[in-house]
Structures are given as C-alpha cells and as structure tokens.
C-alpha cells in the first residue's frame, strides 16, 4: 500500500447530516490534497494543504470545510450536502507542495440522498 | 489556467494489441505530465511520467511521448494483457500552482 489511508470507505448521508472524512499518510509528506472524482468527469482539485496551511481552495461551496490538524493528517468536513455531490473523494500527499507527483488514498465513495 | 483534454474516453483492444491514449493541454508553460491508472475500486497510481525537456519515455511495455510545440502528449501501452484494463488519466502541471489538471479518463478494455 501507499501510506495514505482514508475512512470511512463508504459514506451514505442525507443533506442535514454533518460528517467528516478522515486521510491519514504515513510516508512523512508536507503536502496533501482533497480530490473529487464524478463519473465522466476529470479528476477536481478542491482543496490544497502545505505545512498544515491552506494554499488553495478552488471556489469550493462552503459545505465542504477542510481541516489539516497536523502534516498526517487531513479531514473533510461535510454538511447540508445536496445530491450532486455524491462521488468518489481522494485524498492525496506529496513531498512537498512543489513536488509533483501525488500518492493516494482508496477514497470515500459518498452518496448524498 | 490550465485544460487537459484526454482521448478517447472509451478503448477496448484485443489481448497482444497495441493501445494509445491522447491528451492536449493548453498551458504551454506546463512541464511536467504524469499518467496515473485507475483499476476498478482502487487508487489512482502513477505509472509513468514525462517532462518537457524530454520527448520520449520507455518503461518496459509502456511509452509516453510529448510534443510541446502541438501541445500533446500520447500514452502508448504495447502487447496489452487484460490487467492493463483499467482507467488511465493524463495530467499537465503548469509552472504557476505547482498543481496538477487532470484530463477526464479513459476506460481501457483489453479482452482476452
């Protein structure tokens, strides 16, 4: 495995839920990064994490609410979602911020109803 | 900013064939393009990768290529085997951000 995790691996939630997905990696990266993934579409940069600080937010809606408490850890808070976000979100590391090539986690496949 | 854009979204070839994936991108400061490859309910996974100064990769059975004047790069996988079925996605890192555009995947099916 690569040394980035995520939980949960499946999420239902309904759209006045409030949950967080969880990333963790172990390979001692700077860097991490949350992905949305839906179907027949690229893969979206959301959010971006150097040093435990936010470096870029891609006009995410602010029902997505990241947090990175430390290096190995980053989390995706989610509340008043709506049906259209459901898709497969992944989180990724890298070295640095700079660095390019991206390590990743499994996802968590979330279904909004 | 930058756009990938991937071809074909769908390929299925026959075992022992020869498989090529296309993408363009628009940035022409962009000098990095990695290929990541998706089997199904797994991650994506660095495969192969490219730089501008280069125009030509090789790793065993599979090549990228980079044309930075036409602003494309290609993926070529030869003598295919059904574990190459998988999504492939292309992607170009333009100088400023330092982040990476994904191109929309291609689903590779290669059938015994």
């Known amino acids: 495995e690569t040394g980035v995790t995520q939980t949960p691996r499946h999420l239902v939630m309904g759209m006045t839920n409030k949950k967080s997905l969880k990333c963790e990696q172990h390979?001692?990266?700077?860097?991490m990064y949350w992905y949305k993934q839906s179907a027949k579409k690229p893969l979206e940069l959301m959010f971006v994490?150097?040093?435990?600080?936010?470096?870029e937010n891609n006009s995410v809606p602010s029902r997505f609410s990241p947090e990175c408490p430390n290096s190995s850890h980053l989390f995706l808070h989610l509340h008043t979602l709506q049906p259209e976000d459901s898709a497969l979100y992944l989180c990724?590391?890298?070295?640095?911020?700079?660095?390019?090539?991206?390590?990743f986690g499994q996802g968590t496949r979330l279904t909004v109803v | 900013g930058e756009n990938v854009e991937q071809h074909p979204s769908t390929l299925s070839v026959q075992e022992g064939d020869s498989a090529v994936i296309k993408c363009t991108y628009s940035?022409?400061?962009?000098?990095?393009f990695p290929w990541y490859k998706q089997e199904l309910g797994k991650r994506p996974q660095l495969i192969i990768d490219?730089?501008?100064?280069?125009g030509e990769k090789k790793d065993q059975r599979i090549a990228v290529t980079l044309n930075k004047t036409a602003k494309h790069f290609s993926l070529h996988i030869t003598e295919t085997q059904p574990e190459d079925s998988a999504v492939y996605f292309c992607?170009?890192?333009?100088?400023?951000?330092?982040?990476?555009?994904f191109g929309g995947g291609t689903r590779l099916m290669v059938k015994p």
């Open positions: 990724a590391s890298s070295q640095d911020w700079g660095t390019i090539e991206a390590f």
């Open positions: 490219i730089r501008s100064n280069v």
């Open positions: 390979l001692g990266h700077n860097a």
């Open positions: 940035d022409s400061a962009s000098n990095y």
């Open positions: 992607a170009a890192n333009p100088i400023a951000g330092n982040m990476l555009t």
């Open positions: 994490y150097s040093l435990e600080e936010r470096v």
